[in-house]
C-alpha cells in the first residue's frame, strides 16, 4: 500500500514535468524549480512581470511598516517580480549593505512568494582582495578566487554563506521558494571588481562554472534559476562574450537606464529597442528566457518617461520580466551605501510629475502585476 502511494505520487508530479519543454541548467533542480522555469516561457505572451527591488522593505520616508509595498502604494497592487540582494551577507553581517536585515529579507521573500509573486537576488559581494566594497575593482579578484588562486577557500566560504541563506528560503509546506539568482552582473561595464576591464571571458567563465557547480553539486541547491547578465553590448557575439554555456546558464537578460536628458533625443528607447531585438533572438536560439533584469530613470525627471521611453522602447518584444531598482537611496560619502530618508527614487510617489505616466503603463494590461501573476499560478 505504502509503495503504491509512493508510485503514485511520484507518477502524479513526473506527469506535468514531461510535458516541460525547457530544462533547467541544474539537472537536479526541485520540481517547483522546473514548473515556475517553464510557467514563465509559458507566460511570455501574456505579458510582462512587473518587478522592483526591496519593495516590501522601505520606501521614500518609510522603512518596515507590514504589508506596506512601494508598488502598492502607487497602483494599487504589488509587484509581480520582489528583487532582493545579497551583499555583505558572505562577511557575516546580519543586515546588508542597504541595510535590510537577512531575517527580515527571508520573510519578505515567504510574504512575496505567497503572493503568487517571484523572487529574484542579485549579490554585490565585497572584492575578496582588497576588502573594499564590490565598486573596488583592484587586486585581480576573479583571477584570485576561482580554482587554483590565492583567495578560492576564501570564495568557497562565501558560496557557504549563499547557500545557508538559500537553503533557508522556504515557504509554508516546507518545500523551497525557487530564485532567480543574477550574480556577477554587469560584467560589460568597469565598475565591479568582475567587469571586463579587470577579467578576461575565460576568467569570468570559470568563476561562474565553480560558482554554479559548487552551489548545486557541493552544497545541493536545487532551487535556483540562473541569470546571465551584462550591460551593454552591440550584437550577438558582443552579449556571448562571457557566456559560460547554456548548461550554466537559464535566463538571458542585460540592465539598461536611462541617463541624461531624454527629452531632445531617442536613444534611450532606440538602443534598448535595438538589445531588446539581439536578447530575444539569442534566447531563442538557446532556448533560454529573456528579461531587462534591471531598468530605471533615478527620479523620473521626465513625466513620460515610462510610456514615451521604457514602453516605446520594449515594443512588442516578448520579455518575460522587467525590474525597477529600489527606491530610498544612497547616502553616506564613505563608500556604503544604505537606506536614508534621501528623496531617491525610481518610481513614481505623491505628486512626483510621473504619476499619471506610471499608472497608464499600469492599466496598459502590457504588463503583470500581482494578481495576474497569481492567476498565472506561475509554481504549479
Ligand atoms: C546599486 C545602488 C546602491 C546599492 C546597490 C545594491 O545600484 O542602488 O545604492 O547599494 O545597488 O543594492
Not at 502598492?72 to 509587484?79: L, R
Not at 537553503?167 to 565591479?192: A, C, D, M, S
Not at 548548461?247 to 540592465?255: C, G, L, P
Amino acid at each position: 500500500m505504502k509503495r503504491l502511494l509512493f508510485t503514485g505520487i511520484l507518477f502524479l508530479q513526473i506527469i506535468p514535468i514531461m510535458g516541460q519543454v525547457y530544462q533547467t541548467a541544474d539537472k537536479k533542480a526541485s520540481i517547483t524549480t522546473i514548473k515556475l522555469f517553464n510557467n514563465l516561457f509559458k507566460a511570455l505572451p501574456e505579458g510582462i512581470l512587473f518587478g522592483h527591488q526591496d519593495d516590501l522593505a522601505y520606501g521614500l520616508g518609510w522603512e518596515y511598516i507590514p504589508g506596506k509595498s512601494v508598488i502598492q502604494d502607487a497602483v494599487g497592487e504589488y509587484p509581480a517580480m520582489y528583487g532582493w540582494e545579497l551583499g555583505d551577507l558572505e562577511l557575516d553581517a546580519l543586515i546588508n549593505l542597504d541595510s535590510v536585515p537577512f531575517k527580515k529579507m527571508t520573510n519578505f521573500i515567504q510574504e512575496g512568494y505567497e503572493k503568487g509573486g517571484i523572487i529574484t537576488i542579485s549579490w554585490h559581494a565585497n572584492n575578496p582582495v582588497t576588502g573594499k566594497n564590490a565598486w573596488d575593482i583592484g587586486g585581480n579578484a576573479v583571477a584570485s578566487i576561482i580554482p587554483g588562486g590565492e583567495k578560492h577557500a576564501l570564495y568557497k566560504s562565501w558560496l557557504d554563506k549563499v547557500a545557508g541563506f538559500m537553503l533557508g528560503l522556504k515557504n509554508n509546506q516546507g518545500e523551497y521558494i525557487p530564485v532567480i539568482f543574477r550574480p556577477f552582473h554587469e560584467f560589460t561595464g568597469n565598475w565591479f571588481w568582475w567587469c571586463q576591464n579587470v577579467c578576461t571571458p575565460e576568467e569570468y567563465k570559470a568563476l561562474w562554472k565553480f560558482t554554479f557547480d559548487y552551489l548545486t553539486n557541493t552544497k545541493q541547491v536545487h532551487h535556483l534559476i540562473y541569470a546571465y547578465n551584462p550591460e551593454k553590448f552591440e550584437n550577438e557575439a558582443g552579449y556571448l562574450q562571457y557566456y559560460p554555456g547554456d548548461e550554466y546558464v537559464d535566463i538571458m537578460s542585460f540592465d539598461f537606464y536611462q541617463y541624461g536628458d531624454p527629452s531632445n533625443n531617442s536613444d534611450f528607447e532606440n538602443t534598448l529597442d535595438k538589445r531588446l531585438g539581439i536578447l530575444t533572438e539569442v534566447a531563442k536560439k538557446h532556448k533560454k528566457l529573456p528579461a531587462l533584469a534591471e531598468t530605471g530613470f533615478l527620479n523620473i525627471p521626465y513625466a513620460e518617461w515610462f510610456t514615451k521611453k521604457l514602453m516605446k522602447g520594449i515594443g512588442n518584444h516578448q520579455i518575460s520580466y522587467i525590474h525597477l531598482w529600489r527606491d530610498g537611496g544612497l547616502v553616506n560619502g564613505n563608500g556604503k551605501y544604505r537606506f536614508a530618508p534621501s528623496q531617491d527614487h525610481f518610481i513614481p510617489v505623491g505628486r512626483d510629475p510621473s504619476f499619471m505616466d506610471f499608472y497608464k503603463l499600469y492599466i496598459s494590461n502590457k504588463f503583470i502585476f500581482e494578481k495576474k501573476a497569481r492567476d498565472l499560478k506561475l509554481y504549479q
